[in-house]
């Protein structure tokens, strides 16, 4: 089956804020351009951010894949989302995605090996979703840091993610399929392993994302921030 790919997009790149500011320079100057009610929300969803749980996601294939994952990091309260990126570019299907990439960081890596140490040296535990995984979804939880290992929708894990792994998770199958799409196999991962955490971002790193997330809400942020350096 082909694929629609119309309405499919990168993520985006480039530095947070224009040279020069920072993130409370940002706020000083949109907040007050910005609903009480639009900023409670911000301070709601940032306050409910879970750094302690992420999603690498090996050589995404279906742009609506993607789509569906970034939103269901979005829905579990998970701030980035990492990709390998191998064979083709990552791209998701805006329809699906529902606006969610505004408020997800599509972090990529170059190859599995730089993606496994990068996220072993912040101290996250690897965990493959596999059939025969060792793991149950409730393990998730239990484990301080964890980073939920997908593969690509056609191929699974490359050799080289799997072995850099250091344990394995299984979702229980009760029918006649042997396994789930993986945007599905993503929410039901996420919903195990955020349940019972709360939000845990760093005071300064929460102020980080809300001025960001200000840029992304108010009309024309950018044109007045370049405006006002």
Request: proline share 7%; aromatic share 6%.
């Amino acid at each position: 089956m082909e694929r629609d790919d119309q309405d499919a997009t990168a993520p985006e790149t480039g530095p947070a804020f224009p040279p020069g500011w920072d993130a409370e320079r940002v706020i000083a100057l949109l907040e007050p351009m910005s609903l009480d009610e639009r900023r409670a929300r911000l301070t709601e969803v940032v306050s409910a951010r879970i750094s302690s749980v992420t999603l690498l996601f090996d050589a995404p294939h279906d742009p609506h894949n993607g789509a569906a994952v970034l939103r269901s990091c979005d829905a579990f309260g998970i701030p980035e989302l990492h990709v390998i990126p191998r064979n083709e570019s990552f791209l998701f299907g805006n329809r699906v995605a529902k606006g969610s990439p505004r408020w997800v960081d599509v972090v990529t890596h170059r190859t599995p090996e730089l993606a496994a140490q990068a996220l072993h040296a912040r101290g996250f535990t690897l965990v493959a979703a596999e059939a025969q995984g060792d793991l149950v979804m409730d393990d998730l939880a239990t484990l301080p840091k964890v980073a939920i290992v997908l593969g690509n929708e056609h191929d699974g894990l490359c050799e080289a993610l799997r072995a850099a792994c250091d344990r394995s998770v299984r979702i229980p199958m009760r029918g006649f399929v042997e396994s789930l799409n993986v945007s599905v196999a993503a929410g039901v991962l996420l919903a195990a392993a955020t349940r019972g955490r709360t939000g845990d971002l760093p005071p300064e790193q929460r102020r980080h994302y809300y001025a960001r997330w200000l840029v992304r809400s108010v009309p024309r942020a950018e044109e007045i921030l370049r405006a006002a350096r």
